[in-house]
């Protein structure tokens, strides 16, 4: 038998089911670390291996373009496995290293080249690159496929342009991060213009709606769309054209999803209209040969800001499923073995997490062997949370010489919890900050994009603008604002003037020499780009137009800096030539655009990754620092007044607690500054929530203690004055007998959080609430 005909032996049962899985709805509730990654590599192998699936029938989705990379090499090596024992019976590993490239090549042609995995925007926007054409919304907008996508700082600078210049809104009430930020939201519902009116009637809705609507009428015009858009538009182009619809649910006859709980509606649906092909009575679905394969946790979902619905996963199985409960189930597989942390560490993360009422039931079990207590350290303030932290890995990395500064990562809630590590860290251990400014956000960066831009797709006039003067050509504002008004006003791409000698004569008055060598550069590459990859037209481009002679005339270290942030975007393209067979411009430019930090952090960099909790998901390290689990900052003081709030502020201390792997230090401080003075600081709820038999505090609190500490405040209520302390318990007139475990706050502002035992946990304000005082 060869080492690859019992590859499914490498699994557990729960693995196993989930493998071997062919037709039909399945969940897999994957608990953090529980070898979700390895059970979607072997499935699309197995698929593909045991089943004759041809790789170009499956759609997998991941949560992150580096995952998708992740996912495309294991399954490559699956293969290319099965091939050396096939071919030369011997393992890959003892193959000669041309063998091994000549294996891995014919593997790559074979199976992991067709298959379709990526991001929801990256398959999406392949799919648009097709279809788009086909496409007309709600006010016939339509688009061509060679659209550029919008980053970030280009849709904020037409939103703010029609908020403050075009509709002359004040910008104090209709803050244009805000608006946009509506606009998303729009936009993962499935709402248009006139839907987002229809939703939200009042004065601030019917803005919007009108900002909204003149935003989607700009991104035509310059044959763009926003993220949103890379998921919206195929959506609506299913819904209104069945024949399209039909096309790509043959295609696809397996749909996987990674990170199910953080999809929102717009993706549900998309996922719902690829597999059921629009068919909405689930008497008539039709599985043979098809499934639909999620996989998710609700206890890590954390990204509610970006619309993410967990309830899409809670409600798989009534959606997708048999709806019978977890023993019955044929729809339903728990993955609960954890093979990342030690036994400790799971066992205050299932602790912690059983405080949360909305969730699928789970408990990690523990793999590795009991390990370190968790150690929760009280500094006086930040400084010396942060001074603590420095002891800490000084003393880690001397006992332990197998860790280098890769092993550790610093987790906050807030960006701007990193100042004070980042001050101690400075002078002697190297760090890096994940989620800080991100290389395709660097001007030059940038700068260089938009020339691509505008070569690719000549209506991109927000690309245009930018480089019309970059490097200065001495072309003056009002010219350059002369020639966007006639545009305008003949309805027409600024290209189309621009790219007209005549008309740039007239118009463009001294400038008119300048204006038109710089249209014949960009003309001089749009002619070529079917002939040139990518690289050389990013090579040629930053000669012609001037730009890297202007740094170099410069001579500045910051302009040396900016030369090799552009050869590095060159290193970019040539990276994404060796990966992929599409050399071209729009295809590079579509993964620049989809690109996020998180897809390059360098796994092998020997430095301390300081970052949010949210941008930890699905990362892992030996050692873990969870700092600042004080009530306000986590949970978020936004989030205590809000049950469902609170109880996503615990998943977040869920996911930080899990993401260690040896060990865990949490730390909190009795006073740190806010708006620049400081305040005293309560500690985190969460850490009451922790089992005290698992942690080695420096402070030692009794459980007992802890329970009747007399936190007692005195408040006003009717006229009477009430104590309230922890542990009391009372009788509220709605939610019944419960116990007080919180008191927040003093004076008239206090809050108390009481825990019903059928209901949870709720924050009430005991001026408003009828509390009774039982005995």
């Known amino acids: 038998m060869s080492a690859n005909s019992n590859f499914l032996s490498h699994l557990n049962p729960s693995q196993r089911q989930a493998v071997e899985h062919f037709e039909g709805p399945l969940l897999v509730v994957a608990g953090a670390g529980s070898g979700k990654t390895r059970a979607l590599t072997y499935r699309i192998y197995h698929l593909i291996n045991e089943h004759r699936v041809a790789p170009e029938n499956i759609f997998a989705v991941t949560f992150t373009n580096k995952a998708a990379r992740e996912m495309k090499d294991r399954i490559e090596r699956l293969f290319a496995q099965k091939l050396a024992f096939d071919k030369y019976q011997k393992p890959l590993d003892s193959l000669t290293p041309e063998e091994q490239v000549l294996l891995k090549s014919k593997v790559y042609r074979q199976y992991t080249k067709p298959l379709w995995v990526g991001t929801f925007h990256s398959l999406c926007a392949r799919i648009l ?14 688009w061509q496929r060679n659209f550029t996508i919008f980053d970030d700082s280009d849709v904020q600078s037409v939103v703010k342009n029609i908020v403050v210049k075009q509709l002359n809104l004040d910008d104090k009430k209709f803050e244009p991060r805000r608006v946009r930020y509506a606009i998303s939201n729009a936009k993962n519902l499935g709402l248009s213009p006139e839907e987002f009116q229809r939703e939200n009637p009042d004065y601030r809705g019917r803005i919007i709606s009108e900002v909204y609507n003149e935003y989607q009428s700009q991104l035509a015009a310059n044959n763009g769309l926003d993220f949103d858009d890379l998921i919206l538009i195929p959506v609506r182009l299913f819904q209104q054209n069945q024949a399209v619809l039909d096309y790509w649910h043959r295609q696809f006859y397996h749909v996987l999803v990674d990170e199910y709980q953080d999809t929102n509606r717009i993706q549900y649906d998309l996922v719902r209209l690829l597999s059921m092909n629009g068919e909405e009575n689930k008497k008539n679905w039709n599985w043979q040969k098809r499934s639909t394969f999620v996989v998710g946790d609700a206890d890590q979902s954390i990204y509610s800001f970006r619309m993410a619905d967990f309830t899409i996963l809670l409600g798989f199985q009534e959606d997708f499923g048999d709806g019978l409960t977890d023993a019955k189930t044929k729809t339903m597989v728990k993955l609960e073995e954890n093979y990342r942390s030690r036994e400790n560490i799971l066992l205050a993360a299932n602790a912690l997490i059983e405080n949360n009422t909305q969730r699928i039931d789970k408990v990690l079990k523990a793999t590795r062997g009991e390990g370190e207590k968790i150690c929760i350290h009280k500094a006086d303030d ?15 990395t001397q006992e332990n010489p197998e860790l280098d500064w890769g092993s550790f990562a610093i987790l906050y809630r807030t960006n701007a919890q990193s100042r004070a590590f980042e001050d101690v860290l400075r002078t002697e251990i190297p760090y890096t900050i994940v989620g800080g400014l991100k290389f395709y956000d660097r001007k030059e960066v940038k700068d260089a994009l938009a020339y691509l831009r505008a070569i690719a ?30 545009a305008q006003e003949l309805g027409v791409p600024l290209w189309e003037i621009l790219s007209d000698e005549t008309s740039v004569n007239t118009l463009g008055g001294r400038a008119a020499k300048a204006i038109n060598k710089f249209a014949t550069t960009i003309k001089t590459y749009q002619e070529q780009i079917e002939q040139l990859d990518a690289y050389h037209i990013l090579d040629g481009i930053m000669k012609d137009s001037g730009y890297v002679q202007t740094l170099q005339d410069k001579g500045t270290e910051e302009a040396s800096n900016r030369i090799e942030n552009i050869l590095e975007l060159g290193n970019a393209v040539l990276q994404f030539q060796a990966d992929n067979d599409e050399k071209d411009l729009p295809s590079f430019l579509a993964n620049a655009a989809l690109a996020s930090d998180l897809d390059n952090l360098d796994d092998g960099q020997e430095v301390v990754s300081l970052m949010t909790l ?42 930080g607690i899990t993401r260690a792997q040896e060990q865990l230090f949490i730390t909190h401080a009795q006073e740190r500054y806010f708006w620049g003075s400081k305040e005293h600081c309560i500690p985190s709820q969460f850490l009451e929530e922790l089992p005290e038999d698992l942690i080695d505090r420096n402070v030692k609190i009794t459980p007992s203690s802890r329970r009747k500490k007399k936190t007692a405040i005195a408040i006003s209520n009717d006229s009477l004055t009430e104590i309230w302390q922890v542990g009391d318990r009372v009788l509220h007139n709605t939610f019944g007998e419960g116990e007080i475990t919180h008191v927040f706050g003093t004076g008239k502002k206090t809050n108390i959080a009481i825990k019903f035992p059928q209901l949870g946990q709720k924050i009430i304000d005991p001026k408003v609430a009828r509390l009774e005082r039982l005995p």
């Not at 690159?129 to 907008?141: L, P, S």
């Not at 930040?382 to 880690?396: M, N």
């Not at 700092?627 to 869920?654: H, I, T």
Request: net charge positive; aromatic share 6%; proline share 5%.
């Open 129 to 142: 690159r097709y279809d788009i054409n086909k496409y007309q919304d709600e006010k016939g907008r339509t």
């Open 614 to 655: 949210h941008s930890a998901k699905g990362l892992e390290f030996p050692v873990v620092f969870m700092v600042g689990l004080e009530q306000g900052l986590l949970p978020n003081a936004r989030a205590m007044r809000d049950p469902a709030g609170l109880e996503e502020e615990r998943r977040l201390c869920y996911v």
């Open 457 to 486: 797709n000549p209506a991109d006039t927000v690309s245009l603008l930018r480089i019309i003067n970059t490097p200065s050509r001495r072309i003056g504002k009002a010219t350059i604002e002369g020639l966007v008004k006639a």
């Open 382 to 396: 930040d400084q010396g949370e942060a001074q603590f932290v420095l002891r800490q890995l000084r003393r880690l």
